[in-house]
T-cell receptor
Framework: AQKITQTQPGMFVQEKEAVTLDCTYD???????LFWYKQPSSGEMIFLIY??????QNATEGRYSLNFQKARKSANLVISASQLGDSAMYFC??????????FGKGTRLHILP | DAMVIQNPRYQVTQFGKPVTLSCSQT?????MYWYQQKSSQAPKLLFH???????NEADTPDNFQSRRPNTSFCFLDIRSPGLGDAAMYLC???????????FGPGTRLTVL
C-alpha cells in the first residue's frame, strides 16, 4: 500500500531563515515520483518541485530544493531564505502504483517578520 | 498565459438543489481531475478523465457526477448537495497520468 506522511502539522519560522518540511513515503513500486505543492490561503494549489525515484540528483527550483533520501524513504522540502509570502499550507504528494497520486495531510508554515 | 480556470469561485446552494461547477483549461492537457478539499485536509480525488475515459474513485458518492464535453472543459455535477458536501472543489490538469498537476483556483461551495 502507498502512504505519504507529513508529521509536522504546523511550523513557525523567522523570516530569512531556511525551512525544512518533512515528508516520508512508502510504496512497493520501484518507479515513483514525489511532488511538493504550496497552497496559500486563496486556495489555489501551486506546483513547486518534482523528484523522480530514478533521478540521481536532488531536484532544485529557485529557493526550493528537495532533499531526497531514497534509503530512508524521505523527500523533505527545503526553502532557503524564507519570505513572508512563503506562509501557506504545503503538501507532499507521491505518484505510485497505477500512476495514482496521493497527498499527505500537509504542513502549515507560518513565516514570522 | 496558459491556465486552469474555475467558475464560479464561490457558489452557494440549498440543501438538495443541484449545482454544477465548471473548469476549463488552455493547457491542452489530456487529463482533468476533480478534487474535494475540506478545511485543513488534503485534497481528496473524486474522479478523473483521461481524454474521454472517465475514472471514478471507488469511494466517490453517486451524488457526484462529471462531464467532459471536450478537451478544454470539465464539469462537476452534484445532484443533491448535502451539508457534508460543503467544501473547496479543485480542478486540476496534467499532461499524462502521474505527471505534475496544475490546479485551478478552486470553487468554494456552501450548502445552506
Amino acid at each position: 500500500a502507498q502512504k505519504i506522511t507529513q508529521t509536522q502539522p504546523g511550523m513557525f519560522v523567522q523570516e530569512k531563515e531556511a525551512v525544512t518540511l518533512d515528508c516520508t513515503y512508502d510504496t512497493s513500486d520501484p518507479s515513483y515520483g514525489l511532488f511538493w505543492y504550496k497552497q496559500p490561503s486563496s486556495g489555489e494549489m501551486i506546483f513547486l518541485i518534482y523528484q523522480g525515484s530514478y533521478d540521481q540528483q536532488n531536484a532544485t527550483e529557485g529557493r526550493y530544493s528537495l532533499n531526497f533520501q531514497k534509503a530512508r524513504k524521505s523527500a523533505n522540502l527545503v526553502i532557503s531564505a524564507s519570505q513572508l509570502g512563503d506562509s501557506a499550507m504545503y503538501f507532499c504528494a507521491m505518484r505510485g502504483e497505477k500512476d495514482k497520486i496521493i497527498f499527505g495531510k500537509g504542513t502549515r508554515l507560518h513565516i514570522l517578520p | 498565459d496558459a491556465m486552469v480556470i474555475q467558475n464560479p469561485r464561490y457558489q452557494v446552494t440549498q440543501f438538495g438543489k443541484p449545482v454544477t461547477l465548471s473548469c476549463s483549461q488552455t493547457l491542452n492537457h489530456n487529463v482533468m481531475y476533480w478534487y474535494q478539499q475540506k478545511s485543513s485536509q488534503a485534497p481528496k480525488l473524486l474522479f478523473h478523465y483521461y481524454d474521454k475515459d472517465f475514472n471514478n474513485e471507488a469511494d466517490t458518492p453517486d451524488n457526484f457526477q462529471s462531464r467532459r464535453p471536450n478537451t478544454s472543459f470539465c464539469f462537476l455535477d452534484i445532484r443533491s448537495p448535502g451539508l457534508g458536501d460543503a467544501a473547496m472543489y479543485l480542478c486540476a490538469t496534467s499532461r499524462g497520468l502521474g505527471s505534475e498537476q496544475f490546479f485551478g483556483p478552486g470553487t468554494r461551495l456552501t450548502v445552506l
